[in-house]
């Protein structure tokens, strides 16, 4: 009795070791599966990073002794005008990055899928998406000489008759900022576009029949419609330029490298420079630190909202 | 049916029409303009009295387009393979092993999605002299693969999360291991996100400018983008033959957006929505 009453225990007993020693195998398979990644990302990015965070405490040359002096980068940059305004130039370049191409790509996106729904809007749809693919450092070339006096936007200025207002438009230092935004614009409005124009295609068409059933118009069937639907497309594509803004480094370093004086001067350009030209390595590296902060206090709050179940 | 007046469509296509000319324009300002002599300030659009199709092959010389041809693919190859393949491990393991632990590695991974490459480019200069890979295409490389990883484990893991887990158990019941499971089973099943993420990352590689510029200082080791930076630094006053060289930099990336137009767009798309 005892015996046989033995035997399916012993059976789930083993079976239970040989399900845990599968599990085990499974969790060491599993590591060694991730390992290699996680080696390149611990290495080349995380560590840096924590490296970023430790030079930002000191003040050092990149060659001599490395000295601790606490917070004081940090008040540096608070401080120093120059500085701090970079912050200040990244968002406003948050505006002409962000803002305008979401706008108007959504926009676009709603004409598209009302007057251009067959050959002609795809057309569209890849002609705005090629600065997309070309380097950031292309764009900020191309646009250099657009901008320049001799350049094709002073001259259609000329022909419409606005010639009093030709200028070096990326050495002025009113309208330098503006013009690295008209670059950005080219680049990101494609992507906004097509990203939307995506999206809306998905919405259920009911929704629009009878919207023009009734006779809506464009700007009724925009606001009550369209908007509402995409709202996760919409935070979608303000991460990404957002990011593209905060971050900014290949359109600027190219086309005013933050000139004149430190008006187009955004984070990215200024930790090359306090790095790389001025040997400052803790005040780079104080700055690098906040830019990566800052990207994150603005970019939660944007995919918390998208994500909120509409 | 639809009701739009053509008022609406007029004004609707003519904005499409503007914005396409807005896109467009700078691409023919810049070829018109790399037509004109050698040193010379034209206009903006301003065909040439007599155009000079040697400055592109004269750009093609002073630039060594053949050396960074070479060395850009070199770079493409050496990095996205890899990054392919570990990623593609990891994201499996996280995403249909059950490993403890792996949650915090997930988020570990998606920490690094908005991280700005210029937050981290100071260290990573130091920590490559240190390494003595200063100043080689490794320079490039290596750190590459790491910024990707997060955006590649997270991309695949969602692919992988949003098979029916019947596959997989289906497979353990016939008794596969779990290099079967991976090898045979879900990595045929994920060869279309595989695909899009590796388009995904040659374009990046091959635009990528910052690392290319802080980590190797000569030119023909360094990506497309990175050495047309040096090509501006030393041709800024030639206008045409900065022109020329520009376009002959943009060309292979323009080649490849109309050949995989679709696959291209797709992709970034897909990319933008699931980072």
């Known amino acids: 009795m005892t015996k046989s009453d033995n035997r399916p225990a012993a059976a789930a007993v083993s079976r239970r070791i040989s399900r845990s020693k599968m599990v085990r195998r499974e969790t060491i398979i599993g590591w060694l599966f991730i390992l290699p990644a996680l080696l390149m990302y611990a290495t080349f990015v995380l560590l840096p990073l924590l490296l970023s965070i430790q030079y930002s405490f000191f003040r050092w040359n990149g060659i001599g002794p490395m000295i601790w002096v606490g917070l004081k980068n940090y008040r540096t940059i608070m401080e120093v005008p120059d500085l701090l305004g970079t912050i200040f130039n990244a968002f406003r370049l948050v505006v002409w990055f962000s803002f305008i191409p979401v706008g108007l790509g959504l926009v676009v996106a709603s004409v598209i899928h009302r007057v251009a729904t067959g050959r002609f809007g795809t057309v569209a749809r890849t002609v705005l998406f090629l600065p997309q693919v070309i380097p950031l450092v292309a764009a900020g070339i191309i646009w250099g000489w657009l901008l320049a006096l001799p350049g094709l936007i002073n001259q259609v200025l000329r022909a419409v008759g606005l010639g009093a207002i030709t200028r070096a438009w990326l050495g002025d230092f009113d309208w330098a900022l503006p013009a690295v935004g008209l670059i950005g614009i080219w680049v990101l409005l494609g992507f906004c576009t097509v990203l939307l124009s995506t999206a809306i295609t998905k919405i259920d068409p009911a929704f629009y029949e009878s919207a023009r059933i009734d006779g809506a118009s464009w700007f009724t069937e925009f606001v009550k419609i369209t908007i509402p639907l995409l709202r996760h497309e919409i935070g979608v594509c303000l991460t990404v330029t957002v990011i593209a803004a905060l971050a900014a480094f290949d359109i600027v370093y190219v086309s005013t490298a933050g000139g004149p004086g430190n008006s187009t001067a955004v984070p990215g350009i200024q930790i090359y420079i306090l790095a790389f030209t001025e040997q400052r390595i803790g005040l780079a590296s104080a700055l690098a630190v906040m830019l990566m902060v800052l990207v994150l206090i603005v970019i939660l709050p944007i995919q918390r909202l998208s994500r909120e179940s509409t | ?275």
Not at chain 2, 24 to 43: E, K, W
Not at chain 2, 52 to 69: D, H, I, P, R, Y
Not at chain 2, 126 to 153: D, H, K, Q, S
Not at chain 2, 169 to 178: I, R
Request: proline letters at 6%; glycine letters at 8%; one cysteine or more.
């Open chain 2, 1 to 275: 049916m639809m009701k739009i007046g053509y008022g609406e469509l007029f004004w609707g296509r003519a904005l499409l029409l503007g914005l396409m000319a807005f896109t467009i324009l700078p691409f023919i300002s810049i070829f018109v303009t790399a037509l004109h002599p050698s040193g010379t300030v034209p206009g903006g659009l301003e065909w040439p009295a007599d155009p000079q199709w040697g400055n592109f092959v004269e750009a093609f010389k002073v630039a060594n387009m053949t050396a960074l041809l070479a060395s850009s693919t070199f770079i493409v190859i050496a990095v996205v393979p890899v990054s392919l393949i570990i990623s593609t491990m990891a994201a499996f393991a996280i995403g249909l092993l059950r490993i403890p632990g792996s949650r915090v590695l997930l988020s570990l991974f998606v920490f690094g999605l908005t991280l700005p490459f210029g937050g981290i480019i100071v260290p990573l200069y130091y920590l490559e002299r240190a390494m003595g890979i200063y100043n080689t295409r490794l320079a490039i490389v290596l750190p590459l693969i790491g910024l990707y990883m997060p955006f590649a484990v997270y991309w695949m893991r969602a692919h992988f999360v949003n098979m029916p887990a019947e596959i997989s158990e289906a497979a353990k019941v016939d008794g596969a291991s779990t290099w079967d499971l991976f090898w045979r089973i879900h990595l045929p099943l994920a060869r279309a996100p595989i695909a899009s993420l590796g388009i995904l990352m040659s374009v990046w590689t091959w635009n990528q400018f910052l690392l290319a510029l802080v980590l190797v200082e000569d030119p023909t080791q360094r990506t497309m983008a990175g050495a047309l930076g040096a090509f501006q630094g030393h041709y800024a006053t030639d206008i045409p033959l900065l022109c020329a060289g520009t376009i002959l930099i943009l060309l292979p990336t323009l080649l490849i957006f109309v050949l995989f137009q679709r696959h291209i767009i797709t992709a970034l798309l897909q990319g933008a929505v699931k980072g």
